[in-house]
């Protein structure tokens, strides 16, 4: 075990900002998947690789790289080629990432198996946390779509990213079918299942704060979000931060920070990426369909 400090805006919520780096978790089965692409840019892996060589107060967001893209984007000779075309945007998004300033994106190679499980699940509502700059919610969003969904939700703290975001999807045609929402994920979803606007989440996508997955997936149980059938997906599972998520969804019937029995239990795997494009680095995504307690 090894950890790296992977600095973050200084002014929003840590994002990467002190995340811990692990080996693959034991106990788990491993399935490593290689990507397609062929990147060499210096990207966040790099760094966290290379961690004493980098400096604890670099920038991985929020120093204006976020607006940069957008302006680079709707400044494109071909911008009316963009226009609701998802994938184009996609492509410009991961191809400035690659050649100007890494973006903490879950990008190509994860996104491609999360596409395929949309596919799988035909989900009807898909929310996640933690929006960024809309790639996520561009990608998933548009595959929710073709999957005969009604809607997916983005949710963001940050009202910079969320602003990009919006002005992303818009351009991809997607402004009717997502939703951007700012705020904290759990003042959110508490909030939406209160006043009764959102009931049962299909996929539940887990991609901001790592140290919050578990608290944040509690809410969403505590508030009757999830029902048996839910899947939820966890991004990042690199990240020490995020065991105690990782724990949970694959324990037992009990609660073991609390002592409680759990609303229901998580069919869990993870899939390890090695990403050829971040110097084969390794980061896993956490798959937990729920399934019923066992009576
Ligand atoms: C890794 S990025 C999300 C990347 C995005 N899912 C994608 O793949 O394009 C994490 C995001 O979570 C946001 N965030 C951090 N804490 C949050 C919270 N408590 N509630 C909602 N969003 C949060 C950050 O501002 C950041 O934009």
Redesign the pocket.
Known sequence: MWSRLVPCARQ?????ANVHVQKQIPGLIPSITSSRSTYRSLSYTKMINEGPKIADDEVW?GDGREEALLNHITGLPYLNTLRNNPSAIISEIEEWSDKQKPL????PDKGERIVAKINEQKPKLMV??????????ILFGNAVRAAGGDKYIS????KE?ASVASKLIELAGLTDFVEVIV????DSLAGMAKEKSLKTIDIL?V???KS?YLD?LKVAEKNGLLKPGSLVIA??LFATETNDFARYVRGGPTDETTGELKPFMYESMTMWFSIERWNYFTDGVEFSKIIPLKN
Not at 104 to 107: A, F, R, S
Request: proline share 3%; with cysteine.
């Open positions: 929003l919520p840590r994002c990467f967001c903490m994106i879950v990008g996640e946390l933690g929006g960024y700059v809309g790639y996520s919610a949710l963001e703290y940050s990213y705020g904290s994920a759990a996508l991609d901001h704060e919050l944040d991004d990042n």
